[in-house]
């Protein structure tokens, strides 16, 4: 398949000269514009050039090596993807995040200086039950749903952090707490009420049962 959405200039990262900038053929989504320079690529695998797809590398980002950025995902600002990691389902890095090894990106915000390293996943199981992961926190084993890493938080390899409720679970370097949705105080009928506390996998995205 040709690439018709970017291509790859001539213009070498000042440190690794092995990536390149890109630069938009068409129109991606609302903000860039045909002609416009992305970030930087080892080669068109690490960016997706499917028809409708518009996952995209911003500023001075980094896909590199065997990693892919696709379905709808976007990097930003010094975020860099390497090895064989995956960002995809509309997931966003930015700041200094990074993903590496078989890391997995699948509809999560990663920010701050967090990293997932080895088999790492972060996983959303709805647009409503997105994990952000921020701050120094460093990710080996798997986090999904409504969950918020932040400060030194530490998952390890096999560890497995799950949460479907509408109140967020939050973790860093002292533990975990639960930090209560507003959404609670509302009353609504009942139709409402249990598909708000107890959303089901076929609601939005359809997501498959994690298993690392």
Not at 15 to 23: D, E, K, Q, T, V
Not at 54 to 72: K, L, M
Not at 131 to 147: A, K, R
Request: glycine content about 10%; charged content about 30%.
């Amino acid at each position: 398949m040709t690439n018709e959405k970017y291509e790859i200039t001539d213009i070498a990262h000042p440190g690794y000269p092995f990536l390149h900038r890109i630069r938009a053929l068409r129109d991606i989504g609302e903000d860039v514009k045909a002609g416009d320079l992305g970030g930087f690529v080892e080669h068109e695998g690490n960016l997706s050039f499917e028809p409708g797809d518009d996952a995209w590398i911003y500023d001075d980002a980094i896909a590199a090596n065997e990693s892919h950025v696709e379905d709808g995902a976007i990097l930003r600002d010094h975020a860099v993807v390497c090895g064989m990691a995956k960002v995809k389902w509309c997931a966003i890095m930015t700041d200094h995040a990074r993903a590496e090894d078989h890391a997995d990106v699948d509809g999560a915000r990663v920010v701050d200086h967090a990293r997932l390293s080895g088999f790492g996943l972060v996983c959303a199981i709805t647009p409503a039950r997105v994990p952000v992961v921020g701050g120094n926190s460093i990710v080996h084993g798997s986090v999904v749903g409504n969950v918020r890493l932040t400060g030194e938080a530490v998952v390890f390899s096999r560890a497995r952090i799950y949460n479907e409720a509408i109140d967020q679970v939050v973790v860093d370097e002292n533990g975990q707490r639960v930090e209560r949705s507003p959404d609670r105080d509302r009353l609504v009928p009942g139709k409402e009420y249990f598909v708000r506390s107890r959303p089901k996998w076929e609601q939005g995205h359809k997501r498959e049962e994690v298993q690392r």
